[in-house]
C-alpha cells in the first residue's frame, strides 16, 4: 500500500518514460525484419517486457547496451502449437495475433490478470474474410490461431478500438503484397493508427492513409535504428500536476508525435493553464482553473487525468467518449466514479458524456483508494492526493509497473 503525502506546492522537473505504444511497435517490427535493428532510448515497464519476451520466444536474439535494445531476427520462427504469452497487454496480444497468424503454424495466444475478462470480438468476425483460423473463449482469450493470414482488401469497422487495425497494417506490411487496402468504417484513435504506420514505413513498408482507407505499396521490411518517443499518456499527468498545484517542467515530450494523448495540451489551454512550449520540454503553471469540455474518444487514456484535471476546476466540466472506458484493464468508468467520489468529487454520467463538479477544497477519503489493479487509476489518485488536506492510502499502486515502473519515485521528488 503506498501513501501519498499532501504537497503545498509544486514545482518540479520530470522526464517522462518512452512510449510504451511506441516501443511494442518497434520490437514487434524489429522481429519480422531480417536483421539487427536498434531501438533506442527505451525505459523499464511490464509491457515493453513482455514485448521483448514474445519476440525472444519467436525466434530473435536481444540484448541490451544501456536504455537501447538490439534485436537481431531471421524473421518469426514460431514452432507448431506454439504457447505465446502477452501478460496483461492488450494492444500485444492484439497486434501478435495478427502478425504471428501471417505463418502457417498453429499457435495458442495466452494472456494474463484483467486481459483474460477483456472481450475481442475482432478476430471471429473478420478472420475467415482473411481464410484465417481461430477458436476463441466466447470472444476471450486464451486463442488458438491457424493461418496463413491471406491479405485480401477488406472493411473493417473500427469503431471499438485501434489496436487490431495496427496488428493488421503488420501483418499486411510484412508480406509485402503491393495494392492492398484496408477501408475502416468509423476509426477511433486515427493517430495510433498513424503511428503504425509511421513505425512500419521506417522499418521499410510502402503505407498510405487517404482518409478512412489504408493503402499497401510494394517494400520489404529492413532492419533499422529508431528512437522511442516519451509518452503522452504518462506525462498528461505531470502537465495536470502542473496547471493544479504550481509548476512542472515535463522533458522528453515530442508535440510531433503521432500519440493522440497529446491532445492534453488542448485541455490544459481550456483549463487556462499557463503554457510555455519548447523544443526539448514544456512548462505547465498553476493560473485559472475553467470548467472544460472536451471530447476523448480518440484519446480514451487520457481520461484519469483529465478527471483529476477537472476535479479541481471552478465549474463543472464535461468530457466526452466513455464508451472507449468499458474494456480496459478496469472498467474505467466505473472506477473513476467509484474512486473520485471518495474524495468528496461529484460526478456523473450521462449517454456518452462524463460530467466532473470541481471542488478546490479535496479532503482525505474515509477509505482506502482501490487502483482496481490499474495502473491509470492508481496515477490518478495519486495525483489528486497530493491536493487534499491529509495523507491517503493507495492500495496495491504497483500496478504502475505496467507503463511507467518509475512513477513512484518520480513522484517523491516533489517532496525534495
Known amino acids: 500500500m503506498s501513501r501519498i503525502k499532501p504537497v503545498s506546492y509544486v514545482n518540479h522537473v520530470v522526464k517522462v518514460p518512452c ?38 520466444s519467436c525466434g530473435a536474439s536481444v540484448k541490451w547496451k544501456k536504455k537501447d535494445l538490439i534485436i537481431s531476427s531471421s524473421g518469426i520462427n514460431i514452432k507448431p502449437n506454439q504457447v505465446i504469452n502477452c501478460k496483461e497487454s492488450g494492444f500485444l496480444c492484439r497486434m501478435f495475433t495478427s502478425l504471428l ?95 503504425s504506420i509511421q513505425v512500419a514505413n521506417l522499418f521499410g513498408a510502402n503505407i498510405e492513409r487517404n482518409e478512412c482507407t489504408i493503402f499497401f505499396g510494394e517494400g520489404d521490411l529492413k532492419p533499422t535504428n529508431i528512437t522511442i ?51 526539448d520540454h514544456i512548462m505547465v503553471q498553476k493560473k485559472e482553473k475553467k470548467a472544460i469540455e472536451f471530447d476523448a474518444t480518440n484519446c480514451p487514456d487520457l481520461f484519469p487525468p483529465l478527471a483529476v484535471l477537472c476535479s479541481k476546476s471552478n465549474g463543472i466540466s464535461k468530457i466526452h467518449g466513455i464508451e472507449r472506458l468499458f474494456n480496459k484493464e478496469s472498467n474505467r468508468c466505473q472506477t473513476l466514479i467509484s474512486e ?7 460526478l456523473w454520467t450521462e449517454n456518452n458524456t462524463m460530467f466532473i463538479e470541481g471542488n478546490p477544497q479535496i479532503k482525505k477519503p474515509k477509505q482506502v483508494i482501490n487502483s482496481h489493479n490499474d495502473h491509470r487509476i492508481a496515477m490518478a489518485a495519486s495525483i489528486l492526493g497530493i491536493g487534499c488536506n491529509e495523507e491517503i492510502e493507495i492500495d496495491n499502486y504497483n500496478c504502475v509497473n505496467k507503463s511507467y515502473s518509475s512513477f513512484y519515485e518520480h513522484l517523491s521528488k516533489l517532496y525534495i
Request: glycine share 8%.
Open 19 to 56: 512510449s510504451k505504444s511506441h516501443a511494442q511497435r518497434a520490437i514487434a517490427l524489429a522481429l519480422c525484419a531480417k536483421g539487427t535493428s536498434i531501438i533506442k532510448d527505451l525505459s523499464d515497464c511490464e509491457d515493453i517486457a513482455a514485448a521483448i519476451s514474445v519476440v525472444k
Open 101 to 195: 497468424a501471417i505463418q502457417k503454424k498453429p499457435f495458442e495466444m495466452k494472456g494474463t490478470g484483467s486481459l483474460l475478462q477483456r472481450e475481442m470480438q475482432f478476430f471471429e468476425q473478420h478472420y475467415s474474410s482473411l481464410k484465417t483460423q481461430i477458436k476463441t473463449n466466447d470472444n476471450k482469450l486464451p486463442f488458438k490461431v491457424m493461418g496463413p493470414i491471406s491479405p485480401v482488401d477488406i472493411e473493417i469497422d473500427a469503431s471499438s478500438s485501434s489496436q487490431y487495425i495496427s496488428g493488421l497494417i503488420f501483418a499486411y506490411a510484412s508480406q509485402n503484397i503491393s495494392g492492398l487496402k484496408i477501408h475502416l468504417k468509423n476509426p477511433v484513435s486515427i493517430g495510433y493508427i498513424d503511428l
Open 229 to 279: 518517443d516519451g509518452d503522452w499518456s504518462a506525462g498528461a499527468f505531470w502537465l495536470v500536476a502542473g496547471a493544479i498545484y504550481g509548476k512542472m517542467n515535463v522533458f522528453g515530450l515530442n508535440v510531433d508525435s503521432m500519440q493522440d494523448d497529446k491532445q492534453i495540451l488542448d485541455a490544459l489551454k481550456q483549463f487556462g493553464a499557463s503554457m510555455d512550449i519548447q523544443k
Open 340 to 346: 473520485l467520489k471518495k474524495f468528496g468529487i461529484h
